[in-house]
């Protein structure tokens, strides 16, 4: 019986700090969201990441165009 009730308080244990643990997180998740939307006016996760995808996009087009004048400036240059 003893051994039960060492089992069972430790569990309880476990599942005190679990809920200590998930209450922290949700608190960071939200002051994490709070930031997104102060700093980058994106309301949610998913938001940020079409932005993410939009802004790599951007930043895919914008290094061909580097690339491409580069190699142009390059030719003109006789480098």
Do not use: C, H, P
Request: glycine content about 2%; proline content about 0%.
């Amino acid at each position: 019986m003893q051994e039960i009730t060492k089992e069972l308080t430790s569990l309880k244990r476990g599942i005190d700090e679990a809920k200590t643990n998930l209450a922290k997180l949700d608190g960071r998740e939200q002051e994490t969201l709070s930031q997104l939307k102060n700093t980058f006016n994106l309301s949610s996760v998913e938001a940020a990441e079409k932005e993410i995808q939009k802004l790599e996009k951007e930043e895919l087009a914008l290094t061909t165009i580097i690339k491409e004048e580069y190699a142009s400036l390059k030719e003109i240059a006789e480098w």
